[in-house]
């Protein structure tokens, strides 16, 4: 009356197409991605270390909107007391010049629309 063997058989069958897309980039390994980001530039040290920049460049970027736009202060002071030039196109984009290869390819990945290029001009390959 009941058909438990069907019952049975329909769950295991739902519950393998459920779980499909798991097993799929489990046994492909297609689940390890993460963009790389292409530098196309000689210089090897950005304003911070690298794990600096991959964790609190937004905050860095903000901060140095408050500093130039708001307070009036031009000069960035890194934690190696090195100093450099608080500007976007004149610091930044001299190394990190391909929008689409460096910027959006982590933005992308991680699901950010970043507000940069409402006020700065998308830098121009080559540049």
Same mark, same amino acid.
Not at 15 to 26: E, G, Q, R, T
Not at 58 to 68: F, K, S
Not at 84 to 106: M, P, V, W
């Given at each position: 009356?009941?058909?438990?063997?069907?019952?049975?058989?329909?769950?295991?069958?739902?519950? $393998?197409?459920? +779980?499909? *897309? %798991?097993?799929?980039?489990?046994?492909?390994?297609?689940?390890?991605?993460? *963009?790389?980001?292409?530098?196309?530039?000689?210089? !090897?040290?950005?304003?911070? +270390?690298?794990?600096?920049?991959?964790?609190? &460049?937004?905050?860095?970027? !903000?901060?140095? =909107?408050?500093?130039? #736009?708001?307070?009036?202060? %031009?000069?960035?002071?890194?934690?190696?007391? =090195?100093?450099?030039?608080?500007?976007?196109?004149?610091? $930044?984009?001299? $190394? &990190? +010049?391909?929008?689409?290869?460096? $910027?959006?390819?982590? &933005?992308?990945?991680?699901?950010?629309?970043?507000?940069?290029?409402?006020? &700065? !001009?998308? *830098? #121009?390959?080559?540049?």
């Amino acid at each position: 009356m009941y058909d438990k063997g069907k019952v049975i058989l329909g769950l295991a069958i739902f519950l $393998c197409l459920a +779980s499909f *897309p %798991a097993w799929y980039i489990v046994l492909t390994g297609k689940g390890d991605y993460r *963009p790389a980001p292409v530098l196309a530039t000689s210089e !090897n040290q950005c304003v911070e +270390s690298k794990q600096y920049m991959r964790e609190y &460049h937004m905050q860095l970027l !903000n901060q140095w =909107r408050d500093d130039a #736009v708001r307070n009036g202060r %031009a000069i960035y002071t890194a934690t190696d007391n =090195r100093t450099y030039d608080i500007n976007l196109t004149g610091t $930044c984009l001299n $190394c &990190h +010049s391909n929008k689409a290869e460096f $910027c959006d390819s982590c &933005h992308n990945y991680q699901g950010v629309a970043p507000n940069c290029w409402d006020c &700065h !001009n998308v *830098p #121009v390959m080559g540049k």
